[in-house]
């Protein structure tokens, strides 16, 4: 058991740093390209670069309290600095739909929507993990969030799949693939908020958040880097022809 739980706390402690330093390299790097794409696009490197910097932030503070508390021996962990992290930087992750669509005021509002509904499922998040000794508190508010993340997919769902027929298949691919991160990387959460109701260590639960965080805001703005290259290099060789 003892080295079942050191080996868990090792996956922790390294899934901890390794999430620092892509978010701290990602956000330096999205920076730094943003002058590669074009004009209109690069508010979006601009956010990405904004979300992995705040990630990055909180993964300093969180992988030094992680490392303190298993140092002293006691189970301590950064839940509030965590939800601080998914209160700031989820809404921006969202935000990133309507700047690559270019919806104007017609984005303005669908963006209020995923905004609301992603702020009520991480605050509900939040009051659930902390009345983790109360089963009733803890899995109607999740329950509360769960609903809200169905809600932000439907919203993304109607909206990606009646796009104006003035997208192209390059934008309706990157959309699609950012609306799979919503659905099958988000997914990822809700699995690490149950998993300590099985018995199973809560340091199980940051390993997999750990995880998530990793693939969900790296791996979102890789995809978004990727089609703002690709948009300007089609939208280039239209001008040049």
């Known amino acids: 058991m003892y080295e079942f739980e050191s080996t868990l706390q090792f996956l922790v402690n390294t899934t901890f740093n390794l999430a620092f330093m892509a978010m701290a390299g990602g956000a330096v790097y999205f920076i730094a390209m943003k002058n590669s794409v074009l004009p209109r696009y690069r508010s979006i490197m601009v956010v990405s670069g904004v979300i992995l910097t705040i990630a990055a932030l909180n993964y300093f503070y969180m992988k030094g309290w992680y490392a303190d508390a298993v ?11 965590r939800y601080i992290d998914w209160l700031l930087t989820t809404p921006l992750m969202l935000v990133k739909f309507p ?3 270019g919806l104007g005021k017609k984005g303005q509002a669908f963006m209020n929507k995923l905004i609301f509904f992603d702020i009520v499922m991480i605050l509900s998040g939040f009051f659930g993990e902390i009345t983790f000794g109360q089963p009733v508190l803890h899995y109607s508010l999740f329950g509360v969030g769960v609903v809200a993340w169905l809600v932000i997919l439907y919203l993304l769902l109607s909206a990606t799949q009646n796009l104006p027929e003035r997208f192209s298949p390059v934008v309706r691919s990157c959309v699609k693939v950012m609306v799979l991160f919503v659905l099958l990387g988000w997914l990822i959460y809700p699995l690490g908020y149950i998993l300590p109701s099985f018995g199973l260590p809560q340091d199980v639960r940051e390993l997999v958040y750990n995880i998530g965080d990793i ?3 790296v791996g979102l703005a890789i995809v978004v880097y990727i089609a703002a ?12 022809s």
């Open 99 to 101: 700047l690559l669509l």
């Open 215 to 217: 693939i969900n805001k």
């Open 229 to 240: 290259v690709l948009l300007t290099k089609k939208e280039e060789e239209f001008d040049a």
């Open 71 to 81: 140092a002293n021996g006691v189970d301590s962990f950064p839940t509030t600095f």
